[in-house]
């Protein structure tokens, strides 16, 4: 991971800003029941599928005491403090959209002894000899005429966090979708995209050969040509980093203003890295 550093005088001259979203998390919304029309996206790299339905995550997952954040497929979120906060300055080039909660609680730890069907699995594995948590235990529990046992367990799991959810009445944290509007700015040399800093890909495996996606990763800070960029305090890239790979999405630079920079700043916001 490079980590670049700057000085006042050259963060007070820079006109843009490079944001990149440290705070990640998952499940990602396609597994908490967000849709895609994946025949919009791109027919060589899948790039730039369109979102069709309202994002729905588990918000449960999204990291405590963070004001922006992303999942691992690059669906971006930002709190209703920092909404607040992007409104009441005046900050241009984006729209907040709701997001809906959706919890996985297949995805939790299992304590198979909160469930009938799991303790059932307790006691037949210790009558076979593998008591839990011996790893003879994860053996027997892995067998295929075990396997449907522990599947039912976690069904039964998800079903009662549900219900205990829905009791409790407890909010959730107020999340909102930032859809940036523009996608125009475009990379230009000298830019450096590849695979790491000591391949720059050049064979062009992880290119798309229509230019929608121009690498796996950043190697060094971006240039874009300024003529591309709108007015806005926050604009994308119009090409896209990274791969599409089952749940992983290929993703827009996040290019920022002054003004947002020193909204950010103000906020003591954590969770993002900003580079000239």
Not at 10 to 24: G, K, M, P, R
Not at 31 to 39: I, L, V
Not at 76 to 82: A, D, F, K, N, P
Request: charged share 30%; glycine share 8%.
């Amino acid at each position: 991971i490079v980590r670049r550093r700057y000085t006042k005088d050259e963060l007070a001259a820079a006109t843009c800003f490079h944001l990149t979203i440290s705070a990640v998390f998952e499940p990602a919304g396609e597994e908490c029941g967000t849709k895609y029309d994946e025949s919009t996206a791109c027919p060589k790299c899948g790039a730039g599928a369109a979102q069709v339905s309202d994002l729905r995550l588990d918000l449960r997952k999204v990291p405590k005491g963070k004001g922006i954040a992303r999942t691992i497929a690059d669906e971006w979120i930002v709190s209703q403090r920092l909404a607040e906060r992007m409104i009441d300055a005046g900050l241009t080039g984006f729209e907040l959209r709701p997001v809906r909660h959706k919890a996985r609680y297949e995805d939790d730890p299992l304590d198979l002894r909160q469930v009938p069907i799991g303790r059932e699995i307790l006691q037949k594995a210790e009558a076979a000899g593998a008591p839990h948590p011996t790893g003879k235990f994860t053996v027997w529990l892995n067998r295929t005429e075990n396997r449907a046992l522990y599947d039912q367990a976690r069904a039964e799991y998800a079903a009662l966090k549900g219900e205990e959810s829905k009791r409790s009445g407890e909010p959730m944290p107020v999340w909102h979708q930032l859809v940036v509007t523009s996608n125009t700015a475009e990379i230009v040399a000298p830019t450096r995209v590849g695979i790491n800093p000591f391949d720059d890909d050049p064979k062009g495996e992880c290119r798309c050969p229509l230019g929608d996606l121009i690498g796996l990763a950043l190697l060094s800070e971006v240039s874009i040509s300024a003529a591309s960029r709108s007015d806005a305090d926050i604009v994308c890239s119009r090409q896209f980093i990274g791969v599409r790979r089952g749940l992983l999405r290929p993703s827009r630079v996040i290019l920022i203003s002054p003004k947002f920079r020193k909204l950010i700043e103000s906020e003591s916001l954590t969770g993002v890295d900003i580079e000239v």
